[in-house]
């Protein structure tokens, strides 16, 4: 089962827009992650944010997490072309070993 | 890409056929992971490994098992392989053992006719 979903499922926006997508889980957490994936390739870590964290930047990234609501968001500001990939959240339910990815976003980022 | 690399990268095989997938690291580091992708599923744990001859079942482990002789390879067995195991696979490593941000391979695709 699916600790984290996302929303939406896909996305299209046009370059220079900013593309928000959220991310749900139903239990406790350590972390919480996210990762992109472009076509036919490897996840590729992006950031993490830790259960004590609300918000947290890199470059164009900015990542929000609600322990509360048990939900985060993904924002990608000023999106160019080369965003165009799929974007999945992972939670670490304690400090150790596994992460349970969600179902993904697919972004497309229009020229 | 943290020095992980999978073989073979793509593979056709017949239902019933043992395979073997390779996932090879150069850093020495300590947890590997083996997870399959596919459509309306994410990635799904399959197995994964905390040190030599250490392992661990993921969700999907069933018909699947793995070894782990040494450190840098971590391979995963179809023992007899099924059209439902046609998928991608990814193995990943873990660089921090606490919070277990993940570093993934390229993938193998597997299709089982």
């Known amino acids: 089962s699916q600790q984290g979903e996302e929303d939406p499922q896909a996305l299209s926006i046009q370059e220079g827009e900013n593309a928000t997508m959220n991310c749900s889980y139903k239990?406790?957490?350590?972390?919480l992650q996210w990762y992109r994936q472009n076509s036919g390739r490897g996840l590729v870590h992006l950031i993490l944010?830790?259960?004590?964290?609300r918000e947290k930047h890199s470059g164009r990234l900015r990542v929000t997490l609600d322990t509360s609501k048990k939900s985060s968001s993904l924002l990608i500001t000023a999106s160019r072309a080369a965003d165009t990939a799929s974007y999945f959240c992972?939670?670490?339910?304690?400090?150790?070993?596994?992460?349970?990815f969600g179902g993904g976003t697919r972004v497309l980022v229009k020229p | 890409d943290a020095g992980i690399t999978q073989s073979p990268r793509h593979k056709v095989t017949e239902t019933g056929t043992p395979v073997t997938l390779r996932c090879h690291q150069t850093?020495?580091?300590?947890?590997m992971y083996w997870y399959r992708q596919d459509p309306g599923h994410g990635l799904r744990l399959i197995h994964y490994?905390?040190?030599?001859?250490?392992?661990d079942k993921g969700e999907v482990s069933d018909g699947y098992s793995v070894s782990r002789s040494k450190t840098e390879d971590f391979l995963l067995t179809l023992e007899s392989a099924t059209s439902s195991q046609t998928s991608v696979y990814f193995c990943?490593?873990?660089?921090?053992?606490?919070?277990?941000?993940?570093?993934f391979g390229p993938g193998t695709r597997l299709t089982v006719l």
């Open positions: 990943a490593i873990s660089v921090d053992s606490y919070y277990n941000e993940q570093f």
């Open positions: 239990t406790s957490i350590n972390n």
């Open positions: 944010i830790r259960s004590n964290e």
């Open positions: 992972a939670t670490g339910e304690a400090a150790g070993n596994k992460l349970t």
């Open positions: 850093e020495n580091h300590r947890y």
């Open positions: 490994s905390y040190g030599v001859k250490d392992t």
